[in-house]
Structures are given as C-alpha cells and as structure tokens.
C-alpha cells in the first residue's frame, strides 16, 4: 500500500479511493503526461510535464532554467498528479453528471539527479515513456543536451488514486424522469502516422520504424 499518509488521504468520496501500488502504477504508467505542483515566486503554479516511472520513484525533467524544477528541488518535496479521462457519465441532473476517471496523486521527496550516467539512462526512460522501443531507435543524447536539462528523482512516499466508474449516480427521485442517462466511455486513438518530409525523409524510404508500427497494430 503506498497510502493514505498523511498528506494523501482521500476526503470526498472515499468509496472512489485505491491506495495499492498496483492500481496506482498502473494509472501513473497508462498516463501521458503529468502535472507538477511547486510555489514560485509565492504562486502555487501547476504545469504540465512528462514524466517517467521506475518502481518507486517519479522521474521528471525540465531546462536548467525550469522555475517549476528549481523549486521542486529547493523544496526537496513535489506532488505531482496524473489523471485519466475514461468518458462520459451523464445523470438525469446536472448535480450528477460526471465523467469517468482514473486519478493518482504523489506526494514524494525530491531530488535532483547529478550523475551524467544516470542521467543519460533516465532521460532514455522518457523516451520509451513517450512511445515504448523508440528510445533505441533515436540517436545517443549529446553531452550538451544531457548538461541542459535538469532531472528530478521524486520518491513515492505516499499516493492516492481515485477511480469514477461504472453507472451514473442518480438521485432515487430522478429515476423515473424521462431524461436520458448512462455513461459513454471513451480512449486515446492514435490516427494514421504522417512522415516528416524534409531532410532524409524527403525521399520517402525510411520505413515506419518497429514501435510506430506496434502502437498501429494495438489500436486494431
Ligand atoms: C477529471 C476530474 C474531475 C473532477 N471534477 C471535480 C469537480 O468538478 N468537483 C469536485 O469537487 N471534485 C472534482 N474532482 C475530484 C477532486 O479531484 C477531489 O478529489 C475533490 O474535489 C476533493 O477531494 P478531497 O476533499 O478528498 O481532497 P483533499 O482533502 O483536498 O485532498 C486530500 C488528499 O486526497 C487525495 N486526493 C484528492 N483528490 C484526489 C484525486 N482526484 N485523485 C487522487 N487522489 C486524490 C490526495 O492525496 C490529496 O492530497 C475531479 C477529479 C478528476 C480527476
């Protein structure tokens, strides 16, 4: 269980909460992006980054001159937060209508990663993040590119899920209204890949590499 601690225990709805590493893997892992949590300059600002998991620590990454990443690391704390938009929940009343989400949140130590080795293994991380097998299809990271970008190691000291699924939570007197009600689900679709067309591409005989052509046969 990696929770509820003391700064992750879920208030409202707590029927929706899951605290097991499983389901909160499973949501941090199916999860594209994640939004980070830091004060700057006396602002709680929250922004939008990838990020890239290994067993019990979050991995983000940013510019040198990231505010959100500095902080992160003056803090040395994060909450970092992951939701996953299942579809729609449509009640018979506007009070009810909902949609359908998996949501994790982290709260965790954080610290930045100075080794270049490191680094360079972890940066690879999000690579395969982004599209699993594309991190050996790329070319090596420069000297220059690792030295530019900052990578914090946050550790899953505690976290919480909450999950909204299943049939709409209608009130008992709405029941009979002729309304109509129900849940729509709803997921990620990639469409048909277009090809760069400048530099080697322009010539239109470098093949679809192996991950692309995975994440296609997937979605059949
Ligand atoms: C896509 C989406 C839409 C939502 N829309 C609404 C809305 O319109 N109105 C509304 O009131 N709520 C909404 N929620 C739920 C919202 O995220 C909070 O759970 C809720 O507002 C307050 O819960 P709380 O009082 O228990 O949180 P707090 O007591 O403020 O939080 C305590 C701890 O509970 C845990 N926690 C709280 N919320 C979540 C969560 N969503 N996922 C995982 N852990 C959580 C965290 O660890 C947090 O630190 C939405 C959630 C999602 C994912």
């Not at 199916?30 to 602002?43: K, Q, S, Y």
């Not at 009600?181 to 997921?187: D, K, L, N």
Request: proline share 5%; with cysteine; hydrophobic share 40%.
């Amino acid at each position: 269980m990696l929770g509820p601690g003391p700064n992750t225990r879920v208030r409202r709805l707590p029927e929706k909460a899951r605290y097991d590493a499983d389901t909160i893997n499973a949501i941090l892992d199916e999860a594209r992006f994640c939004h980070v949590g830091a004060i700057v300059n006396g602002l709680a600002v929250v922004l939008p980054t990838l990020h890239a998991r290994e067993g019990r620590t979050l991995y983000l990454n940013g510019s040198n001159s990231n505010a959100v990443m500095k902080s992160v690391v003056e803090a040395r704390r994060a909450c970092v937060t992951v939701t996953l938009y299942d579809g729609l929940r449509l009640a018979r009343s506007g009070f009810e209508s909902s949609i359908a989400y998996r949501s994790v949140v982290v709260v965790g130590s954080a610290s930045r990663i100075g080794d270049a080795t490191d680094k360079a293994r972890i940066l690879n991380l999000f690579v395969d993040a982004i599209l699993p097998g594309r991190a050996s299809e790329v070319r090596p990271m420069s000297e220059q590119e690792l030295r530019l970008t900052t990578v914090v190691a946050v550790s899953i000291d505690e976290a919480s899920a909450k999950v909204s699924s299943g049939p709409t939570d209608d009130f008992e007197e709405d029941l009979d209204l002729p309304i109509w009600s129900g849940v729509v689900p709803a997921r990620l679709h990639f469409a048909t890949p277009i090809p760069s067309t400048d530099g080697a591409m322009a010539a239109g005989d470098v093949a679809l590499p192996a991950s692309v052509r995975r994440l296609m046969e997937q979605q059949k």
